[in-house]
C-alpha cells in the first residue's frame, strides 16, 4: 500500500499573491493565460459504451474542479480525485454514470446524505456530503477525501487479519453508525468492508518473519482507527416501498434469503459478518448460491429456526425438504460441499487469530448473527456489550 503523494500544483491552483509590475509584457501574457486556464472546459466528448464520463487527467470538472487521478470505479460509476479551487484541498468526486436508473438512484443517494448531515451530531461516522451537481448529464457528488477502504487495506496487506482491539474500535464506530442511521429510520443495505473508509491513508509497517523463499511478510497497521461509512445508493427510509433483495451476497441476512421480509436487523447481520471478516482476513460467506450459503450459516452458527424455514416463500421454498435443509442433497457440486466443510464453528474459526477478548468477541457476534430478526441485538444493545465496555 502506497501513501498518498504530495502533488505539484500548477500556479492558478495557489492562492493568489501580490505581483509587482511587470516590465516584460510577454511574461506578463503568458502568466495571465495560466491563470486563465482554470476556466477553460474540456472538450465534449461522447460518454464510453456504460454510461461513464470520459475524462484526462488535469481537466476541469466544472471551473471548480480540477481532476487529479481515479481513486476507484463501480457499477454507479467512478470516484475522482480532484482539486477543490474554492476550498484550497483535495476532495473526491462521485461521478454517475448516465443512465437513467443511476441518476436516479443518485438523487437518491443525495437526498440520505443532505438527511444525514442536516442531523449529524459530529459523531455519525458517515461521509459528508460537501457539493453536487449536474454536468454533461453526469451526477456529480463531491465528498471529503479519505483513505482507503478496509477491503482494500485488507487486499494489500495481503489478507491479514486485524488485531482484535483494531476490530473493537472499527466495530464500535460502525455500530455507532448504524445506530445513528436507524435513529434517523433510515436501513442502509448494503454494509460491506468496501463501504467503510479510514479517514487516513497513514500506516505504520510491522516486522514480519520471513518464510521458506527468504522473503519477509512485512504486516501493515493503520495509523488511526478512524473510519467513516460511505455509499448510501442503496438506503432506503423506513417507510419506503422495498426490493425484495438487497445486500451483497456475502453480507445478505437469512430473512431476504428465505423472503421473509426485511427491516433494520438485515444492517446488523451484516456488522457481525463483517466483524468476523475483521478478524480472519477472508469473507465469513464467500458463496454465489442460496443453498450453499444457508448450508455455510448452518456449518457456522448451528440450524435454521424451524419456524422461519415454514415461512420461507416459494422461492426458498425449494432448498429445504421436511423442514430441513436439503444439503448436501441439494449441492450443485463436490467442490460446493467442500467449501461448506471448510468451515467450522465460530468460536473455532474465531480462536485461531484471537487469544484476548476471545469469548466476550464470539458472545457478542453471535447476538449480531441470530438468525431470528427479531432476536437479533439492536446496534444500541450492541454498543452496549462487554466487548466494547471491558476489554481485556
Not at 421436511?322 to 460446493?336: F, I, K, N, Q, T
Not at 466443510?341 to 441470530?370: A, C, F, R, T
Amino acid at each position: 500500500m502506497e501513501t498518498s503523494r504530495k502533488r505539484r500544483r500548477l500556479t492558478w491552483d495557489d492562492a493568489p499573491v501580490e505581483q509587482p509590475q511587470f516590465e516584460n509584457e510577454e511574461v506578463d501574457r503568458v502568466r495571465k493565460a495560466q491563470f486563465s486556464c482554470q476556466h477553460v472546459s474540456p472538450p465534449k466528448r461522447d460518454d464510453d459504451r456504460e454510461g461513464h464520463y470520459v475524462y484526462c487527467v488535469g481537466e476541469n470538472l466544472t471551473p471548480r474542479y480540477k481532476i487529479l487521478s481515479k481513486m476507484g470505479e463501480g457499477t454507479f460509476g467512478r470516484v475522482l480525485e480532484c482539486w477543490d479551487r474554492e476550498k484550497r484541498e483535495h476532495v473526491a468526486v462521485k461521478v454517475i454514470r448516465s443512465i437513467r436508473k443511476y441518476r436516479d438512484a443518485a438523487m437518491i443517494e443525495i437526498d440520505v446524505l443532505q438527511h444525514l448531515a442536516k442531523n449529524n451530531n459530529g459523531e455519525s461516522h458517515c461521509v459528508q456530503i460537501q457539493n453536487w451537481f449536474d454536468y454533461r448529464n453526469h451526477i456529480c457528488i463531491v465528498f471529503e477525501k479519505l483513505g482507503p477502504s478496509l477491503y482494500d487495506f485488507l487486499k494489500r496487506n495481503k489478507y491479514c487479519p486485524f488485531p482484535v482491539d483494531l476490530v473493537r474500535e472499527f466495530g464500535r464506530q460502525l455500530l455507532e453508525s448504524v445506530a445513528y442511521m436507524h435513529d434517523l429510520r433510515l436501513i442502509h443495505t448494503d454494509l460491506k468492508p468496501e463501504n467503510i473508509l479510514l479517514e487516513s491513508s497513514e500506516y505504520v509497517k510491522l516486522p514480519g518473519r520471513k518464510n521458506i523463499s527468504d522473503e519477509t511478510n512485512s504486516r501493515c497497521l493503520p495509523k488511526s482507527s478512524a473510519i467513516k461509512l460511505i455509499d448510501f445508493g442503496s438506503t432506503t427510509f423506513d417507510n419506503q416501498s422495498r426490493s425484495s433483495i438487497v445486500s451483497t451476497r456475502h453480507y445478505r441476512a437469512p430473512e431476504i434469503i428465505l423472503g421473509l421480509g426485511w427491516s433494520y436487523p438485515c444492517d446488523i447481520w451484516s456488522v457481525g459478518c463483517i466483524l468476523v471478516e475483521l478478524c480472519l482476513g477472508k469473507a465469513l460467506f464467500q458463496t454465489h448460491e442460496n443453498l450453499e450459503h444457508m448450508a455455510m450459516m448452518e456449518r457456522v452458527l448451528g440450524p435454521l429456526p424451524e419456524h422461519m424455514i415454514q415461512r420461507a416463500n416459494q422461492e426458498a421454498d425449494k432448498y429445504f425438504r421436511r423442514s430441513r435443509l436439503d444439503w448436501p442433497g441439494g449441492a450443485v457440486s463436490r467442490e460446493s460441499i467442500r467449501a461448506v466443510k471448510k468451515l467450522d464453528y465460530l468460536k473455532k474459526m474465531i480462536s485461531k487469530n484471537v487469544q484476548s477478548s476471545l469469548n466476550p468477541l464470539v458472545e457478542l457476534l453471535h447476538g449480531l448473527l441470530q438468525f431470528d430478526p427479531l432476536k437479533r441485538l439492536t446496534a444500541k444493545q450492541a454498543l452496549e456489550h462487554p466487548f466494547f465496555k471491558n476489554p481485556i
